[in-house]
């Protein structure tokens, strides 16, 4: 990670004293096809003849399965405390701002 990356306000909890942010990375992922990540892992460990033979028959096999798509990036979670002072200082951030973080102090 960077030395500061953006995260997202997902839950506030204020007790009066003590406020806790909830936050996570906001990163935008887009999802890919487990299809698609086996037929690019395939093709990266075969040689350019052994691949002419084997991708035709690997993307038929794959066309009958079903189409799983998954995320290809698990986003860091944070939970952070700090006195409500501190919160008024940093401008009261409500749930879906977008805060950034110094990690090289956390």
Do not use: C, H, W
């Not at 009066?16 to 395939?42: A, C, F, R, Y």
């Not at 952070?80 to 501190?86: D, G």
């Amino acid at each position: 990670m960077a030395a500061e990356d953006d995260f997202k306000i997902t839950q506030i909890i204020d007790n009066g004293q003590m406020v806790q942010l909830t936050l996570i990375e906001n990163v935008t992922t887009e999802p890919i096809s487990q299809k698609q990540m086996i037929i690019d892992n395939v093709s990266r460990k075969l040689d350019a003849e052994t691949k002419e033979q084997v991708m035709p028959l690997l993307e038929a096999i794959l066309q009958a399965q079903p189409t799983i798509n998954i995320k290809s990036y698990q986003q860091t979670q944070i939970t952070i405390a700090m006195p409500r002072s501190r919160y008024e200082k940093i401008g009261k951030p409500q749930v879906g701002n977008v805060i950034t973080i110094n990690l090289k102090r956390i």
